[in-house]
């Protein structure tokens, strides 16, 4: 079938890494560029760790984290 979402949808998602099970609260978007959220991971990353925004009137919180506290970031990601 088909499924349709709302865009942007922000999927959350378990899997496994090497054989080991990650903790459930891995997410993601799904219908936006890789521009969009570069650019939201980038402002979200300086501006501070954790961050909130409006998209398309949905409330967001994303989370950033710094690698060795160099300026790098480690990764980033929408909380759900």
Known sequence: GILVF???A???VKFQ???TNKPPGSS???GTSPDFEMAL??????EASYCTCNV?????S???????NKGNVLTAYPRV
Do not use: D, S
């Open 41 to 46: 991971y980038t402002v979200c990353f300086f």
């Open 17 to 19: 890494w090497q054989r």
């Open 6 to 8: 709302p865009q942007p």
């Open 28 to 30: 993601f978007f799904l």
């Open 62 to 68: 994303i989370t950033t984290i710094n690698f060795n």
């Open 56 to 60: 398309n009137g949905k409330h967001l």
């Open 10 to 12: 922000l999927i959350r």
